[in-house]
């Protein structure tokens, strides 16, 4: 009588489980398309694959960041054409202020163009206020405070600004009014909010004119800040067409070097300019209703404010041109990170990538092994005692 000994089920079982391993192992060098799975295989070659790794995750995600990036430059963009064509397209407030200053415009067709101008100042403040997802794109830092609101009859402008450190937001306050010497303009009125403690008005425009949102998106070098596109434009920048680069270098907090202001670059805004012609020509309405109207003393208001529409008009189409360029540069930065991209994975190919065929043919190697394993040990399992006996 033989008896069978364990050791053989044993020495199977750890067989089976070797052949198994093998075969999991090729399973993974089909599917991964890698040649190692740990270091002690090739070293170099494992290491160089982990670095080029790392250099493939990088520009992803900087290729991840561009394509937003450029989604809300590109608003800004259009909200930069918008207001220009506000200000000087066909049915534009620079032909309506040409139609006011008409000898042959009085009464309802006055009336009309005021109102008109009036419509066009909440369309330009609506532009500033444009969300992109759920950020405002004119808000600089401040991607969740609604920026600008505008009064119905169109006089009283608050900027509202949460800059970063606090928790609520300041709010400006700006009236649009008639000065002593015959023009109009914003005058700073007021402030609330954290960031008015000890500032003026004027000090907390200049502030948030004055912040920057420089990204690592594959342009520059993150150790030279100033190398780094400013991905962020303020809704004042847009108006006043200073940058936040030139803010940052006047030398004092709310002036250029010739003095002037933030609120004078403001008054030479599209906003303003608007709300200027409509002001000027209610003012006249009334003094007319009294009896005393003097209508060459409208038309000199309004034909300054129409010499100073062309250069809000060119300012904007600064502006516009800025954010212009930086998508080219986007476009560019994108184009040359794809193709880094594609370097990196023939590199990664020629240093820990598996021959597809090679690694095919020894999984089905691998398969055909464990199956014939498999089988010899259903028939060794099924041996029983009877088996041996003679």
């Known amino acids: 009588m033989r008896v069978t000994n364990t050791s053989t ?23 991964s398309g ?41 608003q800004q963009e259009v909200g930069a054409r918008s207001i220009h064509t506000i200000l000087s397209g066909d049915q534009g407030a620079k032909n309506r202020v040409r139609y006011a200053l008409t000898a042959t415009t009085t009464g309802s067709a006055l009336e009309s163009t005021r109102l008109d101008l009036l419509q066009k100042q909440h369309q330009i403040v609506d532009a500033l206020n444009t969300q992109y997802e759920d950020f405002y794109i004119y808000g600089g830092n401040d991607k969740s405070t609604r920026p600008f609101t505008l009064s119905e009859d169109g ?25 002593a010497d015959g023009t109009y303009g914003f005058v700073a009125t007021g402030a609330t909010g954290p960031g008015a403690a000890g500032a003026t008005g004027e000090a907390i425009l200049a502030r948030a004119m004055q912040e920057q949102g420089r990204m690592d998106v594959g342009y520059g070098s993150i150790f030279e800040r100033d190398s780094l596109i400013d991905t962020f434009t303020g809704g004042l920048n847009v108006l006043t067409g200073v940058t936040s680069d030139a803010i940052n270098e006047w030398p004092t907090s709310t002036a250029d070097s010739s003095g002037k202001s933030v609120l004078d670059y403001l008054n030479e805004s599209a906003l303003a300019l608007t709300g200027q012609a409509a002001l000027a020509i209610k003012d006249f309405q009334e003094q007319e209703k009294a009896g005393n109207g003097d209508k060459t003393v409208m038309h000199d208001v309004l034909g ?16 516009y041109s800025d954010l212009g360029n930086k998508y080219k540069l986007l476009d560019d930065t994108e184009s040359r990170l794809n ?29 055909y092994a464990y199956n014939a394993s498999l089988q010899i040990g259903s028939k060794l399992m099924g041996s029983s005692l009877f088996d041996f006996m003679g």
């Open 34 to 74: 890698r040649a190692y799975e740990t270091a002690s295989e090739s070293p170099l070659s494992y290491y160089r694959g982990k670095k080029i790794d790392s250099q493939f995750l990088a520009v992803q995600g900087k290729l991840t960041t561009i394509k937003d990036v450029r989604n809300r430059i590109y």
């Open 304 to 319: 300054k404010t129409l010499e100073a529409m062309t250069d809000a008009e060119q300012t904007l189409t600064t502006v």
């Open 155 to 179: 006089t009283t402008l608050t900027y509202t600004h949460t800059f970063p450190g606090d928790s609520d937001p300041t709010s400006v306050t700006l009236e649009l009014q008639k000065n």
């Open 339 to 367: 193709d880094i991209s594609d370097a990196l994975k023939v590199q990664y190919k020629d240093t820990v990538g598996a021959d597809p065929y090679e690694a095919i043919m020894e999984m089905f190697n691998n398969q």
């Open 9 to 31: 089920y044993r020495n199977y079982t750890s067989g089976v489980n070797n052949v198994h391993a093998a075969l999991n192992k090729s399973f993974n060098k089909v599917s």
